[in-house]
């Protein structure tokens, strides 16, 4: 059932096809564990079946023996082994302290989205949401908070997780193993979208990362076409400002996702609708629809046209 | 099989001297069967014979177990296939908080609870638990709360955070009255809980038949026993911490608010101190059924009794010890992931000891193949997986992974329903003829376990390799292209399997059986004495109460039907129409009371109303209504007491039968009061060192939590009222000392002076808090001391209400000198009052002062 599963292509958030070390050391002790477990459950099984179909009858001292070899001793060593083969592995999982140079990436959660934040090599940082970059040979460190409810953020084909605490906060460290388009989800029930919050993880080489941050930290594009032009003067006019921020325009907010870049982004709505034209105004028009009780929102009235045209600025903010 | 050293009794009975003619054995049947008659018609209602109320307590378990199980069809059809719009999000979390709850708060613990009432006197051949109108009201409260959350949905004003309601999202989250119906409710059904606990383990310490030793009494008992001391130190947690949040949500006290310096993660602590061990009380009592049917399959005793003993007590031991590991994803120290990882593994060793105990014993018989032993091998053959699946996640790294997905909804439901739901129902299909002598059908029987077996696993298995695809739980709908889809339709469409299963069984139990034939007596053959007295049986119990020389009397003891046909035991009367029972001694069972116990009540249903109203009307926040149910809860629970409890006998002692004569009224530590009264008090206190220690869990996280100010301030108050606390306790020694020295002008002036001194110290109390600059809204460390203070202060003036109730009861001739059971209870609660007082001084002044 579980090749079954897997057969079809490679699932994004699958714990068993890794891109990362954490989740490649954990997939392996699951493997040694499942295997071990399905062994001992056929004999488990074997021997309740031997003893119900009642062959052959034993004197109850031997039937005493058996409680000790088969209740006591075996678990107690079969115990033994796996405690003393898994459990040394689990402080370099979770207790990895952030090396010097490493790079601390802050994740925050939110209801229901991920507000990101990268450091730059000027001691600045750049707000960003919904997407993770990750350069392939380095490490990056994580450090997760949440001012709301509890979150927690995982990338099954990289790491296990870790919980986004009110009040406290945790720290996760991604060492990607190789090239990958992967998936991440909340995995904490945090109220009504707990199912509508994820983020795309993109596993990329040093060079195209470096690309990527540049371009990210950049001020927003001017719009071009003219329905971006009007799109941006919608924007404006509908109060967008006062949550979102665009950079290198007035708006400034901080409520909601930074929106610098949207346009470039694969997925809305912390990936849960692709960006395009379509699916972009649609979540304009009801973002409640997408995500029952979303703090957006939403723009029915301000009519078509103008919702065309606000979604194509936002397509330009590339 | 008769062990050395069998049944000591201090005069042999001489049974050609005992043995009562045919005539006097039917007036002695006619005067016990009006003793225990149960009332007709709609006095019905007021009956608490246990095996009355057990089946009340059972059938409506069940059908809570029905209306989690429609709610699990729900969201298994709104999760058939991606993008799914059947169930809106809301009332997708509504459904999913709610079914969890049920099935745990309102079906998998009291069951135990229930079948435990319903057969557990039967089982240790006595007639009746000790306090059955106990039992009755725990099963009114339940009954009152269970339908208040259910009815919740219904206005779709259920809570909806879960069911283990973690905050801040259930705190500051969702304001509307889902969360408050949940956090009331329950610790209303964790009260009937706690009830039903002390009266199953005064009952398996205090009510066996003569020499029916400790260590001779059936395994259900014993595991009874472990699970009921569990409820006791595993509820309190849970009620402390749902006091805690009810306080942060109704009065902003920020127990959970980072903002004032509570942290969501005590929440947590609290919630799996109750939560893991909840998972033994629930899985414990349902091997305890296992237990009890496989020596019956085998014909052979049990193999390894004292191993199998020693094994469930262990197992409740170490259960509560590894409560972190549904915390390890929240970022503690990987050392402190190890040893929590290395406990929660080590706790398969005692469940393996216990199985392979069982299948040594079928190897020493022949198992006859029946249909409860087809539902335990089910039960086993998927429990073991759950046990395995349990290792696995109980290892830290795996974990890390695992946690929060469809793997442990698999895990979880692998293990439930393997070590529960199938062994309930092969005990169902056991135990069915105890009630009215008629059996289930064996047909109906293979259908309902084999459509349940192939439907959990369609259902269960397929949501193992979900969780390993990334699927979180608690998700209302999914996208499609994850590799989802296929796996949950066939979950889904296993779910309905399952569920055809349980409606066979279901269905089953409801027909009517008026053609049946009745079975022979014992059908089973089985060794255990519940299945001694003939069926039909009478609403008396026991017809008399045998004398027990081995683990398997009704093998053993080739005698004991005939005996007992005949009347010929102990208690095989009612001279004086009233119930009566045997009380024995905790170890030796040796006989020593004759204890009476109360009779048909409607008292038990209205306390459970006017209790059940104080929750209601506190969850709607009317607090004026609420207050009100308060003091009529407590004039209904005074006149319970006053009227049913510590009655003084016509004459000292009674012969039970055997030459044996035995006091009607035993006073102090022997009394079975005095008994429940400390085990609740453990109960009490258990949850008040929760407070404590969310006191130093809060300490730990800021070193700071204590305000320099607040060092000095209010010692003097706090001290003086520790010092009238001290004297009111010393006085309330002494009114019991001047009682039973039968110096009345003493004992009033001490026991008087102890309340108005008490009620002093209360006043003082609430001074302390109304005057002190501490703003509970403001800091945890402000809303931790009140609650503490409060709490001191409740428990103080209870004292003072029974000190009260102690100089009335003398006063009215109710208690004398030799019957003095009232004020020794009140000395006991006195001492439990002191020294909570004393620990809430010790760290509120003392602790600030040294650290």
Redesign the interface.
Known sequence: ??A???A??Q??????DTSGE??R??AG??WW??SG?AV??LI??G???Y??A?H?????TQ??R??VA???V???VL?AV??GT??????????GAPPPAAFVVRVAGE?WWWRVSYPLSDGRRVDLANELYLPLGRTTHLELSSD???H?F?I?SL?????M????T??LTLEPTRAAAV?G???????????RMAFDAFVVEAAEFDRWLQAESRQAASPESAAARDGAAVFAASGCGACHTVRGTGAAGTIGPDLTHVGRRRRLAAA?LSNDDDQREHWLERPDAVK??ALMPGFAALGAPRLTALSAYLRELR | MTPPGALDRPHEPDMREDAATLDTRRAQEARLAAAWRVPTGWRYWSAVNNTVVGQWYIALTLMFFAFGGVLALAMRLQLAVPENTLL???HY?QIFTVHGSVMMFLFAIPIFEAVSIAFLPAMIGARELPFPRLSAFGFWAFAIGGLFLCGSLAFDAAPK??WFM?P??TS???PDIGADIWLLGFSFIEVAAIAAAVELIVGVLRSRPPGMRIDLMPLYAWYVLVAAVMVLFAFPPLIAGTMLLELERALGWPFF??RGG????LWQHLFWIFGHPEVYIVFLPSVALVAMIVPTAARQPI??YT?VVLSAIGTGFLSFGLWVHHMF???????T??IF??AS??V??PT??????F?????????ARSVP?LFI?GG??TF??GG??G??VA???????????FFVVAHLHTVLIGGTVFPLLAGLYYYYPLIGGKGLSDRLGRWSFWLSFVGFNLTF??M???G????????????A????E??NLVATAGAFILAAGIAVAAWDVVRPKRRAPLLPRNPWQAGTIEWLPPQPNPSWGMRMIPAIASRYPLWDQPSLVRDYDEGRGFLPDAEEGRREMLVTSTVDAAPQQCLRIGGPTFLTLWAAVAVGSMFVFATFKRYELAALSTAVSLVLVLTWLWTGTGAIPEKATKHVGFGVELPLYLRGRDAVGWWAMCITMLAVLTAFLSIVFGYFFYWTLDADFVPGAARAQGGGALAAAGGAVGLAWALTLGARHWNAADRGRAFYASVLAGAAIGAGAVATLSWALAASALDPTASVYAATVWLLVAWCAVHVGLGVVMQVYCAARRFAGRMTAGHDIDISNTALFWHFAAATVGITMAVLVGFPAVS
């Not at chain 2, 390993?468 to 996208?479: A, H, I, K, Q």
């Not at chain 2, 292209?481 to 989802?484: A, C, D, I, S, V």
Request: hydrophobic share 50%; charged share 10%.
């Open positions: 059932m579980l079954a599963g897997l079809g292509g699932p994004p958030l699958s714990t068993l954490d989740a050391a954990i002790v699951f564990m499942a477990a001992v459950w488990a099984v021997v309740l079946l003893c119900l009642g052959r009858r034993i004197a109850r039937a005493r058996i409680v088969g209740g006591v075996t678990p107690l115990l796996l405690v898994v459990l040394p592995g689990v402080s370099r999982l979770v207790d209801r709301n409810v509890i927690s995982w099954p790491a296990g997780k870790v919980d605490v009110p009040g406290r945790t720290h998936r989800v909340c995995a904490e029930y945090c109220g009504a979208s707990h199912a849960t029952p009780g | 809106a999000a809301e979390n955070g879960g973690y801040p999202l500051g989250y969702q608010d980072p509570g942290d969501p993660l193999v390894g191993w994803t929240t970022g503690l120290p990987g050392l992931l190890a990882s290395a593994a080590a398969a060793v393996t000891v216990q199985f392979v105990c299948a040594a014993t079928l190897l020493t018989g022949r198992p032993m091998a086993i053959a073991v997986i395995l699946t290792v696995m290892m830290a790294p795996f974990d890390l992974q695992a946690h929060d997905t298995m397929p193992h390799v979900l390993l695809l990334g699927m979180p739980r608690r998700v209302f709908t999914y996208s292209g994850l590799g989802w296929t796996l």
